[in-house]
Structures are given as C-alpha cells and as structure tokens.
Nanobody, 119 residues
Framework: QVQLVESGGGLVQAGGSLRLSCAAS????????MGWFRQAPGKEREFVVG????????NYADSVKGRFTISRDNAKNTVSLQMNSLKPEDTAVYYC????????????WGQGTQVTVSS
C-alpha cells in the first residue's frame, strides 16, 4: 500500500505560478511511474503529466506543455509539479498518482489539492 499526500495548492492570479508536491510513503518509490491528474468542477478527471521511475521520460498533456514541469526525487520519495503561466482553465483539484512498473494503470491516488486560478 502506498500513501500519497499532495501539498502546495492555492489561489493564484492568471499568469502566476504554483508548485505542487507529492510525498509517497513507500520504500520502493523508484519502482513507480508517477503522475498528476486534475478534475475541474463538472468534468471528468484528466491526465496532466507522468514521469517514469527513473525520471528519464515524461509525458505531458497538450494543454500544459511548455507551462508545467514535473520532476521527482527518488531519494526523498517526492514528485513535484511546477506550474507556470497559469490560466483560469487550470482551476481544478490536482491529484498525485502512482503506477507500479508491472501495472497497466495507476494504482494509488492522493486526496487531491485545490488549485484556483483567478482571471
């Protein structure tokens, strides 16, 4: 079982920046692909970005390419999401997720952190 705890959400004006962090409680953090998802009010949860267990590969949703950057620190069991040039449409609850390297889907989810971008 892996517990994920997000932090760093908040309210920011359009054009501003926020940094989200996710701490994982597992001794095998480096065995997991990590991802960020988001869910806006009235919408389905959507994929934002993922990073492989080594950090060597990343995959971004088109809507955030060039604005968001994911990184991970396997020594600290953390994954971060730097969000720049935020837009009102980025407003959502952001979730951290973990996928074991043997799995076909994300297995563990955090409780989410609210990001609100005002216009």
């Amino acid at each position: 079982q892996v517990q994920l705890v997000e932090s760093g959400g908040g309210l920011v004006q359009a054009g501003g920046s926020l940094r989200l962090s996710c701490a994982a409680s597992t001794r095998t953090f480096s065995s997991y692909t990590m991802g960020w998802f988001r869910q806006a009010p009235g919408k389905e949860r959507e994929f934002v970005v993922g990073i492989t267990w080594t950090g060597g590969r990343t995959n971004y949703a088109d809507s955030v390419k060039g604005r968001f950057t994911i990184s991970r620190d396997n020594a600290k069991n953390t994954v971060s999401l730097q969000m720049n040039s935020l837009k009102p449409e980025d407003t959502a609850v952001y979730y951290c997720a973990a996928q074991l390297w043997t799995s076909r889907s994300y297995d563990y989810w955090g409780q989410g952190t609210q990001v609100t971008v005002s216009s």
